[in-house]
């Protein structure tokens, strides 16, 4: 039995609009939850405080502060005279005298930060 071309196409318009019915409020929910998802990291994104600039300074452990696997916390007496607690990354923990070289890292709200670049020989 063969249906005429106006059934047809009734026939296919009700098979799409059940697929719209079921497909499209899956589809809003997907991208109502990209958008919120966006949002919130553009929105975290902003709350960073940026690195403005990074300037290297020579210096000396005075003191290793703490230790932790993923780092130590040191003491470093800088050549322009100013002692700073500076982060070292490296799991081997740096000795006290050992001469480095200091980043130091301004940050847009005035703050500044001090890691341990490397060792100097």
């Keep these: ?13 009700l098979v799409w609009r059940d697929r719209a019915k079921r ?3 899956l589809v809003l929910v997907a991208a109502l939850l ?4 966006a949002y919130f990291t553009e ?9 403005v600039a990074v300037q290297q300074h020579p210096g000396a452990i005075v ?3 703490q230790t932790s696997p993923r780092g130590s916390v040191v003491l ?3 050549q ?15 000795h006290s005298g050992e001469r480095v070289l200091i980043n130091e890292a301004r940050h847009a709200s005035g703050r500044s930060t001090y890691e341990i670049a490397r060792l100097v020989d």
Excluded: C, Q, W, Y
């Design 80 to 94: 322009d005279g100013r002692d700073v607690e500076a982060f070292s990354s490296s799991r081997i923990a740096p």
């Design 63 to 65: 003191n290793v502060k």
């Design 34 to 37: 990209f958008a919120a998802v």
């Design 1 to 13: 039995m063969r249906l005429s071309d106006e059934k047809a196409r009734r026939l296919t318009r």
């Design 76 to 78: 470093v007496h800088l």
């Design 23 to 25: 497909f499209l409020p």
């Design 43 to 51: 929105l975290s994104i902003g709350l960073v405080d940026r690195i």
